[in-house]
């Protein structure tokens, strides 16, 4: 007969939220588990945020490199050396392992390493990673256990044996021609980088645009410096069919309004949406109710319909980054102490770490229009903004979009050099309820970004008529 151990708190998978919360409570005296299947800390160290941007940061060196010449610096013999940049990226995240082993041990979480299933409400068994089983219980449980890359039912393509963005972060040669199924961030961003080590690459996707969610001036910025990159890029385009293994040699039927395109290539990465990781975990016996999606369906303080349990992260439906699962675990921090923090109205940021990034806060005139909310725009080159000149990387816009009956900032986006720090300056300024003179006629450090700010803003009227000085 197995013994059932019983915790204060209960922590299913190390996601962002999940951590913070299993050390936290810990710290305020709760005895408190976390179980963990495989990546100690989740995946933004281990697999996703982290060790992209750092395979990103290599793909601009040898960016760089290639171009060093428009920079008066001589590269005469470049080459890309794979396992020297995987090297780097594994030096990164084994530290970072590190770093979230020290916080466990000091936060006095007990870390059980395994894969955990409900089998009754607030109780798992635990097939442990080193073999066994443990059974434990929880008064209070919180489920951080996120999402995993969605492999579309497309003909051939699970058999295939696709990349998703675990194998492509983890690659020790240059693919002959890649492949990127999905034109979301998470495929832009790889098959930017995969260019610039010096692969072939095709982009394909379903839709109109690359970046669905952003403004159609914006998708075709991002488009046109892919062409500049000599990225293929297929739009309207629909994956009939695939033959052949990743990694030696594929052939996808695709389908766009042009005809019907035949693409050879040697290897495909699968950046097509995620799925949640509530499947096949009990959640039914525990009385967790998930959405059509497979989403566990929470409330504004993430408490799911099972008392005492409360779900954070991705797989709660939040919006899917690591800040934002930060925020959750702020939100049920707050709750458990009492307090009315909720994630309703949230102002949740976003970069795409392409090069130049692409990052924005608030609506864009897309989500205005559809919402009926009235804006003025404005609107400049990044050209404008002397610090692209000191960097020759002039490429891209911003675009402010401000309360037509106020002077309150609605949204903000920018596709440019430095655009998520610029972001971040007027994220601040939306979060303190500023009007857009604050920052028109702030005064910046010259030459940054945040200066082109003031430019931006020079000559947009007040609501009530009246002008900049500029
Ligand atoms: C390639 C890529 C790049 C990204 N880049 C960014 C970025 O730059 N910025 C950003 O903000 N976001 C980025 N994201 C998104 C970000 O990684 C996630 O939104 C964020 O990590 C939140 O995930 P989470 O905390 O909900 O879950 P995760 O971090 O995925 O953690 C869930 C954990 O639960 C474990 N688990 C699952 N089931 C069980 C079980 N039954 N028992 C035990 N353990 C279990 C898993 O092993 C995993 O460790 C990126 C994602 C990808 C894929």
Redesign the pocket.
């Known amino acids: 007969m197995t013994t059932t151990e019983h915790y204060d708190v209960l922590v299913?998978?190390?996601?962002?939220?999940?951590k913070y919360l299993a050390w936290t409570l810990s710290k305020d005296g709760h005895r408190t588990a976390l179980?963990?299947?495989?990546?100690v800390?989740?995946?933004?160290p281990?697999?996703?945020?982290l060790p992209?941007?750092n395979i990103i940061h290599s793909a601009k060196v040898a960016s760089f490199a290639a171009r060093a010449a428009a920079f008066g610096i001589r590269a005469d013999t470049v080459g890309v050396e794979m396992p020297s940049v995987q090297q780097r990226k594994r030096a990164m995240v084994e530290d970072l392992v590190r770093v979230h082993l020290a916080r466990y041990q000091a936060s006095g979480v007990h870390l059980i390493m395994?894969?955990?299933?409900f089998v009754a409400p607030r109780t798992v068994t635990?097939a442990l990673r080193d073999g066994g089983t443990r059974t434990v219980a929880g008064e209070r449980v919180i489920l951080?256990?996120?999402?995993r890359?969605a492999i579309p039912g497309v003909p051939g393509l699970r058999e295939a044996r696709p990349m998703t963005?675990v194998e492509a972060?983890d690659l020790e040669r240059v693919p002959d021609h890649l492949v990127v199924v999905g034109g979301g961030?998470?495929g832009l961003?790889?098959a930017q980088a995969a260019r610039r080590f010096g692969s072939q690459v095709t982009v394909i996707e379903r839709g109109e645009q690359l970046a669905r969610r952003e403004d159609p001036d914006v998708a075709a910025a991002l488009l046109e410096l892919f062409r500049h990159e000599n990225i293929d890029v297929l739009l309207n385009a629909v994956v009939r069919d695939v033959e052949g293994h990743s990694g030696e040699h594929v052939r996808l039927r695709v389908e766009t309004p042009n005809g019907l395109h035949v693409i050879e290539a040697t290897d495909v990465l699968v950046?097509a949406g995620?799925t949640p990781?509530t499947n096949d975990?009990g959640l039914e016996l525990a009385g967790i109710e998930l959405d059509a999606r497979g989403y566990i369906v929470v409330n504004d303080r993430l408490e799911t319909t099972a008392h005492g349990v409360w779900a954070?992260?991705?797989?709660a439906g939040?919006p899917?980054?690591?800040?934002?699962?930060f925020d959750d675990f702020r939100v049920v921090h707050d709750t458990l102490k009492g307090g009315s923090r909720t994630t309703r109205d949230r102002l949740v940021p976003?970069?795409m770490?392409t090069d130049p990034e692409l990052a924005r806060v608030g609506v864009n005139e897309s989500e205005a229009r559809a919402r009926g909310i009235d804006y003025r725009l404005a609107t400049m080159p990044m050209s404008a903004v002397l610090r692209t000149r000191t960097l020759s990387e002039p490429r891209g816009f911003m675009k402010m979009l401000i309360d037509t009956g106020s002077d309150r900032i609605l949204g903000f986006t920018v596709f440019g050099a430095e655009a998520s720090e610029l972001m971040a300056t007027v994220q601040t300024a939306m979060l303190g309820q500023l009007p857009f003179t604050v920052l028109r006629d702030a005064l910046f450090t010259h030459p940054t970004a945040a200066e082109g700010l003031t430019v931006l803003l020079a000559n947009v009227a007040t609501a009530t008529g009246s002008a900049g000085q500029a």
């Open positions: 299913i998978g190390s996601g962002e939220a999940g179980v963990e299947r495989r990546m800390g989740g995946s933004c281990n697999v996703a945020c992209s941007k395994g894969a955990a299933r635990i951080s256990v996120g999402t890359a963005h972060l961030y998470v961003e790889l950046a995620r990781n975990i954070v992260g991705d797989c939040s899917q980054f690591t800040h934002a699962a976003f970069c770490f």
